[in-house]
């Protein structure tokens, strides 16, 4: 019988996460699951309504860590009122998720990688929630800050497990789709950020909380809201198996198998007898890990054990012969992400006061000197007897414009999947940040208020270049180190979305045009600095090849 027709290829595509070919694990030869299929099924069984299911299933976790951790930008302006924040302060909240989610990233993927995807995802979906309602009832600062920075350690265990569930469904063939296609979904996902906003946050209700002593406002049910989605996806994974690749990799063949047959089932709906899915044998996989039999030192200590594991792992990347690259792809994600999350998380803020003005005032304006006459007290609610009334109510411009943004961060998420194949990555990854950048430097330039909202919302969706990168640093890095590499690289772009955040806190009233016009033009500079990226080795795949991960 013929190999490709009658077998299931199995080893799909994984983002191999710290240490997971190191001493923890042994590498064998290639794994496939030979079956006694008389016809070639491998496509049907390899895509079908179940890989559907936990595509949508990946988009909706992916959406949710950026929910917990984006969502508080549209708070900020009402949390500055509810909780007497000063910017400073609210540049610390707005960071504070982030910086949970770059502190424990890369312990959670090692945790994922020992003791399983679903294992680590699950009960930090379920926690997250938990964490979420508890920050919904801080009554002062610390503890909201506090709390959101526990709430970030937590989601971050979606963040660097998800894509590789979802990659460990599929055969190499389909794993790329699916991860973009989980991803469109949750950029998708995000044009209803304004929404929940908007459904929670302007409304006029409040009742007292006895025991802790605090007022319960809407602000507080729309984090509720937030992390909803959170508790939705943990409990949806009770369905949901374990990665049946880890399984294997764990030494557990059978409940693999077990997998793989309800995937075919659920693929298939039954339509053909479970007995032509029978099991003839396991071939070894190259790039499967395997655990080894014999245990760990028991005098060794664990913790230094570990870090140990971590740091040979790390290390070769601070080598000659890769430092250029890692230290280019750091830079140039750290500026996007210092511009795409950092900058966004002051958009509602910039917009709110830009739509206070336009309504007020026909004078026109740059932003920034829109926001000193608001720092006068300008556009400050007053009352008859002379006394501010801080508004804890967003413009209703504001989810608008909001959405807007969402949609055409969405969009240009899906443009620029398309010029990508045509031009190749780095050309647009140029012309992408070029523009972006452009458009940010105007933005701050024009005397339009509605105008330079519109040219900030294209910088703002500087973002999208960051699935660009990733894929030049998959590219452009060995096999053994491209999953260390994208890890480091994106910890050190979130490192930009907490420095973009609390910089922008501590700089936006007072020197408001170096704080806006440095990030625009950092951009240009890192799409000028992709073309220093190396170029990938050509790698030719057999037809079989692309059909295994």
């Known amino acids: 019988m013929g190999r490709f ?126 964490v979420t309602v508890f920050s919904s009832l801080s009554p002062n600062f610390i503890t909201f800050a506090i709390l959101r920075f526990i709430n970030g350690i937590i989601i971050s265990a979606g963040s660097a497990t998800t894509f590789v569930y ?184 910039v917009l709110n006061i830009a739509m206070q003005y336009t309504e007020k005032y026909e004078d026109p304006k740059r932003l920034c000197d829109i926001i000193k006459f608001a720092k006068s007290g300008n556009l400050t609610n007053v009352e008859n007897d002379n006394t501010e009334v801080c508004s804890m109510q967003l413009e209703m411009s504001t989810y608008f414009h909001s959405t807007i943004l969402e949609v055409i961060y969405a969009s240009m998420l899906l443009i620029t999947m398309y010029l990508v194949g045509k031009f190749g990555r780095k050309p647009m990854l140029f012309v992408f940040l070029f523009v972006c950048g452009a458009c940010g430097i105007l933005a701050f330039s024009v005397p339009v208020p509605l105008l330079a909202i519109y040219l900030f919302v294209i910088q703002l969706c500087c973002g999208v270049a960051v699935n660009v990168v990733n894929a030049i640093v998959v590219e452009i890095f060995p096999t053994n180190l491209r999953a260390m590499a994208i890890c480091i690289s994106l910890m050190i772009g979130r490192i930009g979305s907490v420095t973009g955040s609390n910089i922008l806190g501590i700089l936006i009233e007072s020197h408001c045009e170096l704080a806006l016009y440095s990030p625009s033009v950092a951009l240009i500079v890192a799409g000028a600095l992709g073309f220093l990226l190396p170029k990938a080795n050509n790698v030719i795949r057999s037809k079989d090849q692309e059909n295994t991960p």
Not at 187 to 207: G, K, M, T
Not at 307 to 336: D, G, N, V
Request: net charge positive; hydrophobic share 50%; proline share 6%.
């Open 5 to 130: 027709p009658g077998t299931i290829l199995y080893m799909m595509y994984s983002l191999l996460l710290p240490l997971k070919e190191k001493t923890l694990f042994n590498t064998k030869k290639r794994t496939d699951l030979i079956c006694t299929h008389p016809i070639p099924f491998l496509y049907r069984f390899s895509f079908g309504k179940f890989n559907i299911f936990i595509i949508i299933f990946s988009g909706f976790v992916l959406n949710t860590v950026v929910l917990e951790s984006v969502g508080v930008s549209f708070a900020l302006p009402v949390l500055e009122c509810d909780l007497h924040l000063t910017h400073k302060e609210q540049g610390i909240i707005g960071a504070a998720s982030f910086a949970g989610v770059i502190a424990s990233s890369h312990f959670w993927g090692f945790l994922a990688d020992t003791t399983g995807r679903k294992r680590i995802m699950q009960p930090a979906l379920i926690l997250g929630f938990i």
């Open 166 to 349: 979802l990659g460990e469904f599929h055969c190499q063939k389909f794993c790329n789709r699916a991860i973009l296609f989980g991803g469109l979904i949750s950029s998708s996902l995000a044009v209803f950020f304004p929404i929940i906003a908007l459904a929670f946050i302007n409304q006029s209700w409040e009742f007292h909380v006895p025991f802790i002593n605090i007022v319960f406002t809407p602000w507080r049910s729309y984090f509720l809201a937030c992390g909803l989605p959170g508790l939705l996806c943990g409990v949806a994974m009770f369905y949901l198996p374990e990665s049946p690749k880890y399984l294997l990799s764990a030494g557990k063949p059978e409940e693999a198998i077990e997998v793989l047959i309800r995937m075919h089932r659920v693929n298939l709906k039954d339509k053909e007898p479970q007995t032509e899915f029978t099991i003839i044998s396991l071939l070894p996989d190259a790039y499967a890990p395997v655990r080894k039999e014999k245990s760990l030192e028991k005098d060794k200590n664990v913790f230094v054990y570990i870090m140990q594991l971590m740091w040979h792992q790390t290390a070769p990347l601070f080598m000659r012969e890769h430092i250029r690259k890692t230290f280019l792809s750091c830079l140039i994600l750290y500026i996007i992400f210092f511009n795409a999350h950092g900058l966004y998380m002051w958009f509602p803020y």
